[in-house]
RNA sequence: GGGCCUAUAGCUCAGUUUCGGUCAGAGCGCACGCCUGAUAAGCGUGAGGUCGAUGGUUCGAAUCCAUCUAGGCCCA
């Protein structure tokens, strides 16, 4: 009696280095430092030179903080643009910035010097924010880098560049030359403390007791043409506050145009006010006797006028869509010097921004009565007054949420002073901007109605901060006449010393030493001047990036003005695409971008917003520790970035798993080509069986998709098609049928060469395509294809491969997808014989098809395959099967009939056959097997 | 409160970019099973959805319209 032999040392099981788990913690940092030490980037600029350009303009990051889920995904995003568009054919440069001015970094070194910044100059507190903003820089840097993201890292560019912020001076200047720059008064946020304007950063929230008046104003224009009924009689407008110090500016009292009002006879006098709040508004004024007289249609009250009830002053009756008919009277006091809305309905009508308040509180001189007196402490008396002129219907407390200052402490008021705007009107701006929005491409579309109606509607651009961490408004007055030097020369002048020492120069130097020498004033020949000293609003130094980075400049070469595509979440419809698109057209007139696409953000698995309160955040550093920066890509690849995207430890898990299977489909496709050199084994495609030629339409089919997939900057199809293409294609059926012919098949057979050809073929193919996104896998697989075939030291350096029409048999697709559908109806069957315990493996059954007329003549043309294809020892088609047979559930009239088939195993492939057993050197051999065996 | 957007199985997404009639699907997860020659792998079978809710248009709607609900972005 023999041994049992071995056969397993004879067959050709794959063999690779390529190693199942991807330890990503460990390669992930080695692949990094790689491409930094050779250069890839830079590299890739040098081969890719002559290519045409693709320019992803990167919207600057704010340099304070780590990186969160929504700048690591937008980055993400960005990478997979650039690296795929360079695959693609395209020169792809990619130069990242920052966003390095403004409050949040003036606050952050504002609470480090702890109340000591009252000692210091600007130019000092200006030189910690720089060091701030740097340092934060540098870690967020850091932090992309991580992430896989190519780019050129090394000369980022940043708003506070010298360069950058001459390029802000120049670019201010053409407004100012062009004449949409101008100077008016608006409230603000101020502090009467502090004495100090405030950024709504700057506001905290807190309930105040306030006084809670009704106040009449008598109507004094008369419109008893229209209304008859209140002939001869006392109307009064009446209005509600909480803040009764702004009554002496009151200018115009607001009605809601769609609401109804009603004039009321009450107390011998009429009052008008909201229908809807007539009864509350009585009972409030403890008024039980009163009479509807009529109905007043706003529209019949607007630009009438009222007597202001104390000061000589008409007051206008307006009309306003925001006014609430929730509390007070429906006719709300309008103060344009002392309220947002106030302000944008006086502009509306003309009327003056009238803020008769000094920087301390207190009421300026031309205010009779009160001249001199702190705002809140003079409420008191100015209800006193109202009293006395018979003009309050009602005075309560009430305590609502008041803003205060986030210093101090204490109540703050909204204070019109002078601000600097950029009209949007002056040389049609806003009409330009709304044409060059038509000329973009939005992606989604629905973004350019967004814009559009943002646009639309939009106020001037206020531009000017009381701040000093900025690029200031560089502009100079005449000492003697007040006018504004409008030169172009200066402009320049001023931009050149910045450019040479920075925006500090403006801080450093008095005016006369930043105005070229002899510089008189145009209008009066004055020539002592005086420097303005609010700064931009940050969204100009954003916004003029398109001129900083993409023209001409020798510090990045191979960039161009306009940009191909903008990415940013879906917010910068208000932010950076707009403030860029403003500046574009106003000094270029025309859009810096071809193409603006647009993001969701972050939220969790329910949904909701990532807060700290909710305790839902999840950080970036977190994946990466965990799980690796590959997974946190591949997030970003399978969600639908279009809408809201979802992160939860549950979708990491699935991703996790997603990524393994993606991973090891290339590990079995590399390791059956250990002894594969295509240089000598490659066998054409005429040459193969069908099932190959099947798998190398099914790869063309993928590449197309993917390649569109790319195209329309849709990853996620990317992800899922890939995903779907290894699972289902490639493990489920090709690799699954393929493993006994690359086995046990005489190493350098023909038929194990054309499998090997294919997978060959399939693996340069995916590894091409995961590279944008799978991009520390892809590249580690390519270093392991290296040692087959002499190749770019990186995958990125190569391309994406293109459909090959001759790989493509759509009439071998369509017989396929019928053999697919019968296989489908026989593994079903053999699950029932393996429940009833007739089988194990598959390869332990014979099946049993009998099927229609039609298809059965199509079976038999393939009889010889079907053993193979179902991964069966044997199949026949007959004629007639019996009950015992099962019904297909799919397919009409085809039955399938499962048993185990009776002979011995093979104890090299494993199959049954009745050949096991005649040959007397190899007793427990098939043929096949021992036909293999004699020629080793 | 207003503008824009989203809502398909527990999860991620499909159903070839122009708009109602084999579109209710895939994968993951789960349950059960097989294999042990992709093995901290691989294969198979199965259970899951009245396509956010309500109303309407239509012979017929997840797919069109309206309202509502929930959520997101931007404003107020």
Redesign the pocket.
């Known amino acids: 009696m023999v041994e049992k032999r071995d056969?397993?040392d004879t067959?050709n099981?794959?063999k690779t280095k390529f190693s199942?788990?991807a330890h990503l913690n460990k390669l992930e940092p080695r692949l990094l430092k790689k491409w930094e030490e050779t250069g890839l980037y830079q590299r890739m600029r040098q081969e890719f030179k002559d290519r045409p350009l693709f320019i992803l303009h990167d919207g600057p990051p704010y340099a304070n903080g780590h990186i969160h889920m929504g700048t690591a995904l937008n980055k993400v995003l960005k990478d997979f643009i650039v690296k795929s568009r360079q695959m693609m054919g395209f020169n792809c440069p990619y130069v990242p910035g920052w966003d390095c001015h403004g409050l949040p970094i003036e606050h952050k070194v504002d609470q480090e010097l702890e109340g000591k910044k009252k000692e210091m100059s600007p130019l000092e507190i200006r030189q910690r924010c720089r060091t701030y903003a740097e340092k934060f820089m540098h870690i967020q840097r850091q932090e992309f880098k991580r992430l896989g993201i190519l780019g050129e890292w090394d000369k980022p560019y940043l708003t506070m560049d010298f360069k950058y912020q001459a390029t802000i001076v120049r670019e201010f200047g053409k407004f100012l030359l062009s004449g949409n720059v101008y100077r008016r008064k608006k409230p603000v946020y101020w502090c009467p403390q502090c004495q100090t304007a405030l950024a709504e950063a700057e506001v905290e929230y807190a309930d105040e007791r306030s006084p809670s008046i009704f106040v009449k104003f008598k109507l004094i224009t008369d419109i008893t043409d229209k209304y008859p009924v209140l002939k001869d009689k006392d109307v009064y407008l009446v209005i509600w506050t909480t803040t009764p110090w702004t009554l002496p500016a009151n200018l115009a009292i607001a009605l809601n145009p769609e609401a109804e009002y009603v004039a009321v006879a009450a107390q011998n006098e009429v009052y008008i006010l909201a229908a809807r709040l007539l009864h509350l508004c009585m009972s409030d004024f403890g008024i039980k006797n009163y009479e509807v007289l009529t109905e007043i249609v706003p529209q019949d009250l607007e630009k009438k006028e009222c007597q202001h009830p104390f000061v000589d002053r008409k007051s206008l009756i307006i009309l306003a869509d925001?006014i609430?008919l929730d509390t007070g009277t429906g006719c709300v006091h309008i103060a344009p010097g002392h309220g947002?809305?106030d302000y944008e309905s006086g502009l509306k009508y003309g009327l003056d921004v009238y803020a008769p308040v000094d920087a301390s509180g207190r009421f300026t001189e031309d205010i009779p009565f009160f001249a001199g007196e702190f705002v809140f402490t003079a409420n008191a008396k100015i209800i006193e007054k109202l009293k006395e002129v018979n003009a309050l219907l009602h005075l309560s407390e009430i305590t609502h949420s008041y803003p205060h200052c986030w210093r101090c402490k204490k109540p703050i008021i909204f204070r019109a002073t002078e601000q600097w705007f950029i009209s949007v009107e002056k040389n049609n701006l806003r009409q330009k901007a709304l044409e060059a929005i038509e000329k973009v491409k939005w992606i989604?579309s629905?973004g350019k109605?967004?814009i559009r109606?943002?646009v639309e509607v939009r106020p001037d651009w206020c531009i000017s901060r009381q701040r000093v961490w900025g690029v200031p408004i560089t502009v100079f007055y005449c000492e003697r006449c007040g006018e504004i030097l409008k030169d172009e020369a200066i402009i320049e002048h001023v931009a050149q010393i910045i450019e040479k020492e920075g925006a500090d120069a403006w801080f450093k130097y008095d005016a006369k030493e930043l105005l070229p020498e002899g510089t008189s004033c145009p209008v009066c020949r004055g020539t002592t001047f005086r420097k303005e000293m609010d700064i931009l609003d940050v969204w100009f130094d954003s916004g003029v990036s398109h001129v900083a980075v993409l023209e001409k400049s020798p510090y990045w070469q191979d960039l161009r003005w306009p940009a191909d595509l903008y990415l940013e979440?879906?917010?910068q419809?208000?932010?950076w695409f707009q403030s860029s698109l403003l500046t574009a057209v106003g000094t270029r007139e025309r859009p810096p971008y071809e193409a603006v696409l647009t993001h969701?953000?972050v939220?969790d698995?329910q949904?909701?917003?990532m807060s700290k309160s909710l305790g839902n955040v999840i950080y970036p550093e977190e994946i990466i520790k965990q799980y690796g920066a590959e997974i946190l890509r591949l997030w970003v690849a399978?969600?639908?970035?279009?809408?809201?995207?979802?992160l939860?430890q549950?979708?990491l898990?699935?991703l996790v798993?997603?990524y393994?299977?993606i991973r090891?489909?290339t590990?079995?496709l590399i390791?059956n080509l250990y002894d594969f050199d295509p240089k000598t084994d490659f066998v054409p495609y005429a040459e193969r069986v069908e099932i190959d030629r099947w798998a190398a339409h099914r790869l063309q089919w993928l590449i197309k998709r993917l390649r569109q997939a790319y195209e329309r900057y849709?990853f996620?199809?990317i992800?899922?098609s890939l995903?779907?293409f290894c699972?289902?294609d490639?493990?489920?059926?090709y690799?699954?049928v393929l493993?006994?012919r690359l086995?046990?098949s005489a190493p350098k057979s023909k038929e194990r060469r054309a499998a090997q050809s294919t997978l060959w073929e399939i693996l340069e193919v995916i590894v091409r395509f995961m590279a944008p996104v799978l991009s520390f896998t892809a590249e580690e697989l390519w270093e392991h294809l290296s040692a087959w075939t002499p190749r770019k030291e990186s995958v990125f350096l190569s391309t994406l491969p293109e459909p090959r029409s001759e790989y493509e048999d759509e009439a071998l697709a369509e017989r396929w997808e019928r053999l697919l559908a019968v296989r489908?109806e026989v593994?079903?069957a053999?699950?029932l014989a393996?429940?009833s315990k007739e089988i194990?493996?598959?390869l332990d059954a014979e099946v049993l098809i009998a099927a229609p007329k039609k298809l059965k003549k199509f079976l038999k043309e393939y009889e010889k395959e079907l053993a193979t294809i179902f991964?069966v020892s044997h199949c026949q088609v007959v004629d007639e099967l019996g009950n015992d047979a099962l019904a297909a559930?799919e397919i009409e009239g085809l039955k399938v009939l499962v048993r185990a088939y009776p002979y011995p195993k093979c104890?090299?492939?494993?199959k049954r056959s009745p050949e096991v057993g005649k040959n007397e050197k190899y007793p427990e051999l098939c043929a096949r097997c021992v036909e293999v065996m004699e020629a080793l």
């Open positions: 056969y397993k067959l099981l794959p199942m788990r925001y609430t947002e809305e989604p629905w109605n967004r109606s943002m979440g879906s917010d419809h208000r932010g969701g953000f939220v698995g949904g909701r917003k399978a969600s639908n970035y279009q809408d809201d995207i979802h939860s549950d979708i898990k699935q798993e997603a393994r299977r090891n489909t590990r079995f390791g849709q996620h199809l992800y899922h995903h779907s699972v289902n490639l493990s489920a059926f690799l699954d493993k006994d086995y046990t489908k593994t079903r053999l699950e393996r429940q194990g493996h598959s991964i559930e104890e090299r492939c494993w």
